[in-house]
């Protein structure tokens, strides 16, 4: 379902001070009043959000190696044993970080 907003139209209180409120419903449903309070309400228009690659059901991945490394970044991994951290992907920057228990990262 679509997601809505609307702003409540408070007796003299300025149009940019009333509160909005977000209401799923259909397509075909329209809300004229706030249900808590009664006042009347009118629909506030924003951009669209297109979600599709990332909608329920669909995840896509952005973090995988194999993307860090097509888009040029390098990723660090901490060691938990020697608690440094060394390089996983990339091919910038040095293959580890020296460290020590007092100055590890």
Do not use: W
Not at 9 to 22: G, H, M, S, T, W
Not at 31 to 51: A, F, H, I, K, M
Not at 77 to 104: M, Q
Request: hydrophobic residues 30%; glycine residues 8%; proline residues 9%.
């Amino acid at each position: 379902m679509p997601t809505y907003l609307y702003r409540v139209l408070v007796p003299n209180v300025k149009r940019d001070a009333c509160p909005i409120f977000e209401v799923d419903h259909g397509i075909n449903n329209k809300l004229t009043q706030d249900p808590q309070t009664g006042y009347p309400v009118e629909r506030v228009y924003t951009v669209p959000n297109l979600s599709k690659g990332y909608s329920e059901g669909h995840t896509k991945q952005l973090l995988t190696d194999k993307n860090i490394a097509s888009h040029g970044f390098t990723k660090y991994v901490r060691d938990p044993i020697s608690e440094c951290y060394v390089k996983t992907v990339g091919h910038e920057g040095p293959a580890s970080f020296p460290c020590s228990k007092e100055g590890a990262l």
